[in-house]
């Protein structure tokens, strides 16, 4: 539920002291969202804090506070906010799951719903769990039981979806696997992933992309490396 707080005289930025605020324009007096880049941590604040659409909104707790724009403090909790953001973008699961089975790139759908205020890090926090930005989004706006990265791992190897490739081919999609389970999809997606270990064993670029046969073939295994990681909702 939402909770109404005037703050005091409205000057103070929630869950911190010494930042001004115009409650008119419920802006800040520092630099601007443009200068942070939306959905962007500010550097050593505590507690996290972001901005989405020009308006500062810091997270502590599994609390959500921002100024509305009568500069009223409001508070409430992470996961509401979180629902609130997507379901803005995504009226209901079968038009996410469209949007991100299409989507040439899947960082790309997570950094439009960071900007929307969909803090992955701080709901995976919450969580307690390793969860995968996906699950986060279906958790959240549709209750589905969340799975980390690991346990969708797991899952496509134990399909062997990789059969058709050659030995080194199917090596190096194993490592993009465990790529994905340490650190997420966005690293896979980088266009440096090439160049960092384990990948980089298996050659330069150029020598692993010719394991499939080119460029293209490359892209298309990737693609079906993230369709087989994405292909159920829990």
């Not at 630099?31 to 507690?47: I, N």
């Not at 797991?154 to 490739?165: M, S």
Request: hydrophobic content about 35%; charged content about 30%; proline content about 4%.
């Amino acid at each position: 539920d939402e909770e109404t707080d005037s703050g005091g005289d409205g000057t103070e930025e929630p869950g911190e002291t010494g930042q001004t605020f115009d409650p008119a324009g419920c802006s800040v007096a520092e630099p601007s969202a443009r200068e942070q880049g939306y959905g962007v941590p500010a550097q050593g604040t505590r507690p996290s804090k972001y901005y989405v659409h020009d308006v500062a909104v810091s997270v502590l707790h599994e609390r959500v506070q921002y100024l509305d724009a009568d500069g009223k403090l409001i508070t409430e909790s992470l996961r509401d906010y979180s629902k609130k953001s997507v379901l803005s973008a995504y009226a209901t699961l079968d038009q996410f799951l469209a949007a991100w089975n299409s989507a040439e790139r899947k960082q790309a759908v997570l950094d439009a719903l960071t900007e929307r205020g969909v803090f992955f890090d701080d709901l995976a926090e919450a969580l307690g769990r390793d969860c995968d930005p996906f699950d986060l989004v279906c958790h959240i706006a549709w209750d589905r039981p969340p799975l980390t990265r690991r346990e969708r791992a797991e899952a496509v190897k134990k399909r062997d979806v990789f059969a058709c490739y050659g030995d080194r081919a199917r090596a190096v999609l194993d490592a993009l696997l465990e790529k994905y389970a340490d650190t997420g999809i966005g690293s896979v997606e980088s266009a440096e992933i090439l160049r960092v270990d384990p990948l980089s064993s298996f050659g330069t670029p150029v020598e692993i992309v010719r394991l499939f046969g080119g460029k293209d073939g490359f892209d298309a295994a990737l693609h079906e490396l993230e369709r087989a990681i994405y292909d159920r909702v829990a």
